[in-house]
């Protein structure tokens, strides 16, 4: 275990049993997204190389735009 999560957990200790639940969904819920996502990408990378090729080409054809930060 790193010393940050170390550090996060002995936090998370000092909290009411709730908001150590409540914390404890959110991470549990992340970390599922994420080996879905994880499984997703693994079974598709050739459509994923594919859409980054069209994002370059659209790009590169003058026909994206820059976002702008203020506006998001």
């Given at each position: 275990?790193?010393?940050?999560?170390?550090?996060?957990?002995?936090?998370?200790?000092?909290l009411p049993p709730d908001?150590?639940?409540?914390?404890?969904?959110?991470?549990?819920?992340?970390?599922?997204?994420?080996?879905?996502?994880?499984?997703?990408?693994?079974?598709?990378?050739?459509?994923?190389?594919?859409?980054?090729?069209?994002?370059?080409?659209?790009?590169?054809?003058?026909?994206?735009?820059?976002?702008?930060?203020?506006?998001?």
């Amino acid at each position: 275990m790193t010393e940050l999560l170390t550090l996060a957990i002995a936090k998370l200790q000092a909290l009411p049993p709730d908001e150590q639940d409540a914390i404890a969904t959110i991470l549990l819920e992340e970390l599922e997204d994420e080996r879905e996502w994880d499984e997703s990408f693994s079974q598709s990378p050739g459509l994923l190389a594919q859409l980054a090729a069209t994002a370059m080409a659209e790009h590169q054809a003058g026909e994206t735009q820059e976002l702008n930060p203020e506006t998001l």
